[in-house]
T-cell receptor, first 113, second 112 residues
Framework: AQSVTQLGSHVSVSEGALVLLRCNYS??????LFWYVQYPNQGLQLLLK??????LVKGINGFEAEFKKSETSFHLTKPSAHMSDAAEYFC???????????FGTGTSLTVIP | NAGVTQTPKFQVLKTGQSMTLQCAQD?????MYWYRQDPGMGLRLIYY???????DKGEVPNGYNVSRLNKREFSLRLESAAPSQTSVYFC???????????FGDGTRLSIL
C-alpha cells in the first residue's frame, strides 16, 4: 500500500520564487517523516526530518517543512529558489513499528533563470 | 568519512549472468537497506536488515538475495540477471526508524 504521495512529478519555478513541494502520508498514527534531495548521479541526502518535537522543521539550504496532522501533510518549502536547488526531491516516512521506510515517487524541481 | 560505500559503480551484464553488489558502512548503524530506483517509481525496497543476523523482504524481492555478512556489510546478489533488473541500486543504513538513512552513491546496472 502506498504510504506516501508526492503531488506533481515535475515542478518549475523562477529563480527567487517560492518553492512548494507537496507530500501527503497515509497513516492513522503520525509517522516519522523525512525529506531528501538527490542531485544527478548521486545518492539521496537528508534535507530535514520530523520526529514529533516541533511541527515546523528547518533543514539545510534554507528549506523547511510543516507537519499538519489534520491534513496528513508534510509539504516542503523554500522562500526563494536558487539555481542550485534544481534536483529531485523525495518525501519518506517510517512507522512507529517495523524498520521499513516508504518513499514517494519524487518531484523533479527545475529552477528557471 | 566514507559513510556508505557501494561497489561497483557501474556494471553491464548479459541475461542469465550472476553478480553481487557490495555495500559497506562505517557508522556502526544497526539497519541496512537495498533499494532500486527506476524512472517515475521512486525508490522501492528490495530487502533490508534491521540488525546483524536478520534479513527481511521488502516490496520487490523477487530475483534477489541478500547477505548481512557482519554489522558493516550487506550484499545484494542477482542469481540470474534479467533485463527487468536494469536499474540504479542504492544501499542505505541508519540507526533506527526515527533516524535518517545514509545513502551510497549507487550502482548503475544494465542487463542486456
Amino acid at each position: 500500500a502506498q504510504s506516501v504521495t508526492q503531488l506533481g512529478s515535475h515542478v518549475s519555478v523562477s529563480e527567487g520564487a517560492l518553492v512548494l513541494l507537496r507530500c501527503n502520508y497515509s497513516s492513522s498514527v503520525p509517522p516519522y517523516l523525512f525529506w531528501y534531495v538527490q542531485y544527478p548521479n548521486q545518492g539521496l541526502q537528508l534535507l530535514l526530518k520530523y520526529t514529533s518535537a516541533a511541527t515546523l522543521v528547518k533543514g539545510i539550504n534554507g528549506f523547511e517543512a510543516e507537519f499538519k496532522k489534520s491534513e496528513t501533510s508534510f509539504h516542503l518549502t523554500k522562500p526563494s529558489a536558487h539555481m542550485s536547488d534544481a534536483a529531485e526531491y523525495f518525501c519518506a516516512v517510517s512507522r512507529l513499528t517495523g524498520n521499513q521506510f516508504y518513499f514517494g515517487t519524487g518531484t523533479s524541481l527545475t529552477v528557471i533563470p | 568519512n566514507a559513510g556508505v560505500t557501494q561497489t561497483p559503480k557501474f556494471q553491464v551484464l548479459k541475461t542469465g549472468q550472476s553478480m553481487t553488489l557490495q555495500c559497506a558502512q562505517d557508522m556502526n548503524h544497526n539497519s541496512m537497506y537495498w533499494y532500486r530506483q527506476d524512472p517515475g517509481m521512486g525508490l522501492r525496497l528490495i530487502y533490508y536488515s534491521a540488525s546483524e543476523g536478520t534479513t527481511d523482504k521488502g516490496e520487490v524481492p523477487n530475483g534477489y538475495n541478500v547477505s548481512r555478512l557482519n554489522k558493516r556489510e550487506f550484499s545484494l546478489r542477482l542469481e540470474s540477471a534479467a533485463p527487468s533488473q536494469t536499474s540504479v541500486y542504492f544501499c542505505a543504513s541508519c540507526w533506527d526508524r526515527d533516524q535518517p538513512q545514509h545513502f551510497g552513491d549507487g550502482t548503475r546496472l544494465s542487463i542486456l
